[in-house]
């Protein structure tokens, strides 16, 4: 990855996801000290302003409000869009068509090598989110590690941004998403069991949701 790559991923980390900015930073940082915090300090102030400007303070302390423990696809597509548009205004990542249900299973692609599938019961409520992911390259990672940020965003709104850094930093996502070695790896919160599983350039991220 050339240094201009990482630089530009890393402002825009640091911009929309701070703490995982900050994780970049640390690991890939081109700059020197000084730059660094001011670079951190600028965007953080940034990130801050921008979302008490629109109203959005849960952003930054977190959500008072839980997961219930049953969710139909189209609520968790508002949810979804509804943390897209707050947390990655420009990242083209909300889901705009309605889910079709065949089978007890819908699906959206967001790229050929990027796509959600849900499950759901008898009732139509949601029983279990996947993602399943195959990046070629540093920007198909990055949109992958915002999907996932988005999807733990939408069924944990009660997560402040350092919170959902903590899940993926625990299923070990913010290392390559397409290393060659296979790992597992599972943490929960609140009513939501999240795990990955990874090997051969290839990704699955399972949410499961207990009834």
């Avoid at 949109?143 to 625990?170: M, S, Y």
Wanted: aromatic share 10%; with cysteine; hydrophobic share 45%.
């Amino acid at each position: 990855m050339t240094s201009y790559i990482k630089n530009a991923v890393m402002i825009t980390l640091l911009i929309f996801i701070p703490p995982l900015g900050w994780i970049f930073m640390y690991k890939y940082s081109t700059f020197d000290r000084r730059t660094n915090v001011v670079l951190a300090v600028a965007c953080s102030a940034f990130f801050v302003y921008a979302n008490i400007a629109a109203g959005n303070v849960e952003n930054i302390f977190g959500s008072t409000k839980g997961f219930e423990q049953t969710l139909l696809p189209e609520d968790f597509r508002e949810r979804y869009n509804i943390a897209a548009q707050r947390l990655a205004p420009n990242l083209n990542l909300k889901l705009d068509d309605s889910f079709a249900v065949d089978e007890k299973i819908f699906r959206h692609e967001f790229t050929p090598r990027l796509t959600l599938e849900g499950s759901v019961d008898d009732a139509g409520k949601i029983t279990a989110l996947k993602i399943f992911a195959s990046p070629e390259n540093q920007d198909e990672s990055f949109k992958t590690i915002n999907v996932l940020g988005l999807l733990i965003a939408a069924l944990n709104p009660e997560l402040d941004a350092e919170d959902r850094g903590e899940v993926l930093r625990d299923l070990r996502m913010l290392k390559n998403v397409a290393a060659e070695d296979n790992y597992d790896w599972t943490t929960t919160r609140g009513h939501v069991k999240y795990s990955v599983h990874a090997g051969d350039g290839k990704v699955t991220f399972t949410a499961a949701l207990n009834q």
